[in-house]
């Protein structure tokens, strides 16, 4: 009996373990990268909380790929010292099902700790790609620290054509 109650909990463990970190307390249409992060969202604006190691953060489901022309511009603000740099990924996809091979990446330019700035990120996607998602992400300048909670905000708007260059600050087209 004591043996079964051990298996029954190490299969109950294994299967919590594989389950997606989902962002239950935030948009439903992004997740973490890591369970260690933390997300929140609140009037049209995503607050992320990055752990130590690499560049973590949230990312959106999979979407189909939008028109040609069309450009992703965020609003990205840093207010956590812990923060190295922010930054906006978007990752190309040559399927539009769950479990597909990444066929290429294109990153915004980074933010650092204490500034705001909006980014804008032209979709071009490579041949073959039919889907994509949008990552904000983050690196620590100490890879074993944490972050704030807040530490990271993105606001993500959608245009087409004429786009200010990235890097300029507030633009007429977000705000």
Known sequence: MRSRVCVLLCVVLALAAARPALADDGDPRFHRTTPRATFDEGGGVLVIGVPGGRAWGIESELRALPPPGTTL?????????????????????????????????????????????????????????????VRVLARLTDPAGRSADDAVSATIRWARGGVRPAGSLFSRLIE
Request: glycine residues 4%; positive net charge.
């Open 73 to 133: 511009v965020v609003r990205l603000g840093v207010t956590d010292d812990a923060v190295r740099e922010a930054f906006v990924r978007i990752a190309y996809y040559g399927s539009a099902s769950t479990r597909t091979r990444q066929l290429a990446t294109a990153d915004s330019e980074t933010v650092a700790a204490r500034r705001r700035a909006v980014v804008a990120i032209p979709l071009e996607p490579p041949s073959g790609a039919v889907a994509f998602r």
